[in-house]
């Protein structure tokens, strides 16, 4: 079976960095063609994607966001890392990992997310 | 950057209704389109993928067509655990959503 979890703070303040932890199981991200994805929901508001990290390393970021981002994995613990700079109230959001598996691309499994707000 | 435009943003409707849902991309994307299901406080559900594919276990009310910039989501006949906002999604490399689709009760 397939899960996904996200972990870090629920509060940050501003101009604080955050660091989210997606622990995940029942695949390995150094299966060609996998790969791991994070992605935020403002309240109320619609899915953005953030960053990628596939099976080989390679790293992809939103445009918008990658001077602030960085994704890392670190396969033997079956966890990917995401990095977040300078945050701000707008940040407020709850962000999920999710995968795309390797055959039949999709984003096929979410973790449950993890509420983040950037409040003083 | 690909953007993904979806109308209407709410759709009123009853069970047993036909509901589509219409997607578009800024500019040529294939079949790289995949469809989610929304519910208030959970995750995305993946509906469809590349644009026609249903994913195992969805009922088969769904179905998703379309290539190019043109893309649609049809629920055959609503039922009642389909009241949610849906979600189309542009992935390949990089990825773009939608704004969403709520659809509600009529």
């Known amino acids: 079976q397939v899960t996904l979890r996200e972990s870090g703070p629920a509060l940050v303040k501003p101009t604080q960095t955050l660091t989210l932890t997606c622990t995940f199981s029942?695949?390995?991200?150094?299966?060609?063609?996998?790969?791991v994805n994070w992605i935020r929901q403002p309240p109320g508001k619609a899915l953005e994607w953030l960053a990628r990290?596939?099976?080989?390393?390679?790293?992809y970021y939103s445009t918008s966001l990658k001077t602030r981002l960085t994704i890392s994995k670190d396969t033997s613990k079956n966890q990917v890392v995401l990095t977040m700079t300078n945050m701000d109230p707008v940040d407020t959001a709850t962000y999920y990992c999710?995968?795309?598996?390797?055959?039949?691309?999709?984003?096929?499994?979410w973790g449950q997310g993890t509420v983040v707000t950037v409040s003083s | 950057d690909i953007q993904m435009t979806q109308s209407p943003s709410t759709l009123s409707a009853s069970v047993g209704d036909r509901v589509t849902i219409a997607c578009r991309a800024s500019?040529?994307?294939?079949?790289?389109v995949a469809w989610f299901q929304q519910k208030p406080g959970k995750a995305p559900k993946l509906l469809i993928y590349?644009?026609?594919n249903l994913e195992v276990g969805v009922p088969s009310r769904f179905s998703g067509s379309g290539s190019g910039t043109e893309f649609t989501l049809t629920i055959s006949s609503l039922q009642p655990d389909d009241f949610a906002t849906y979600y189309c999604?542009?992935?390949?490399?990089?990825?773009?959503f939608g704004q969403g689709t709520k659809v509600e009760i009529k």
């Open positions: 999710t995968r795309i598996r390797a055959r039949e691309p999709a984003f096929d499994i």
């Open positions: 029942g695949f390995s991200l150094s299966t060609r063609g996998m790969s």
């Open positions: 990290i596939d099976w080989d390393d390679e790293k």
């Open positions: 500019q040529s994307i294939s079949t790289w």
């Open positions: 590349k644009a026609s």
């Open positions: 999604q542009h992935y390949n490399t990089y990825s773009t």
